[in-house]
């Protein structure tokens, strides 16, 4: 396994944290920086991250995801479901050293990046291979108190795959695209149907320059 310092060949170089990662990750600052290496060398290569990404990994991908962090309330269950090169749940509980997570991701080319990074940072996170509807993936993750997502479906679906995983109480978070912010309130009805209550979309990240976002948050009812 390559080190973090080393760039796989033809790879863009891995930009320097900005002044506010500090803030953000604190002590786990250089996990982080191993983290965005890795984004930019075999994240690349592997056809996780497009080159042109590298030179704003921090602030559209990183602080971009530890921002979630707002949204998800203190020593949390967290699983990140098609989490893909980890996004947003490894600079989230980078960010957030209180939380636990499972990474759950299908393909198995991600699943062996997830589980180097994992590896490599020494951390406790759980990577299982497999769809959140699945029962041998409900099954490995258990209960959980928090689910994120960042661009895996539109949220009618992402809550219909993900509902085995959503006790009633737990929260879902999903880290959306202005398009999906500006349909919400067309997909209430189909959300409420599905049994999700409290769901509004949340501006996180304001002190984090460009890295700034919106969430749609919403929780499972009892139904």
């Known amino acids: 396994m390559s080190g973090p310092s080393e760039q796989a060949a033809g790879a863009p170089s891995a930009p320097p944290a900005p002044p506010v990662a500090r803030d953000v990750f604190g002590a786990a600052l250089p996990d982080a920086e191993r983290y965005v290496a890795r984004l930019a060398s075999d994240g690349v290569t592997r056809g996780l991250i497009g080159p042109r990404e590298v030179p704003r990994l921090w602030e559209r991908h990183v602080l971009n995801s ?16 098609g989490s893909g090169a980890g996004l947003p749940g490894i600079p989230l509980a980078l960010a957030r050293p209180d939380l636990s997570l499972a990474l759950v991701e299908p393909m198995a080319r991600r699943v062996e990046f997830l589980e180097e990074v994992v590896a490599e940072l020494g951390t406790g996170w759980r990577v299982v291979r497999g769809r959140a509807e699945e029962r041998s993936v409900v099954t490995a993750v258990g209960p959980v108190d928090v ?16 509902r085995g ?5 737990a929260r879902l978070v999903a880290l959306v695209g202005a398009r999906a912010v500006e349909e919400l309130p067309a997909m209430l009805p189909q959300l409420t149907a599905a049994g999700m209550r409290d769901v509004h979309a949340r501006a996180v990240g304001a002190g984090l320059g460009d890295a700034a976002t919106t969430v749609v948050v919403m929780t499972r009812g009892t139904r």
């Not at 995983?165 to 109480?169: A, E, F, K, T």
Request: aromatic fraction near 2%; proline fraction near 8%.
């Open 66 to 81: 530890a921002a979630v962090a707002e949204a998800v309330p203190d020593g949390a269950r967290v699983v990140d479901v």
């Open 147 to 162: 689910v994120t997502a960042r661009a895996v479906a539109a949220l009618p679906r992402l809550v219909g795959w993900c």
């Open 165 to 169: 995983l959503l006790r009633p109480g």
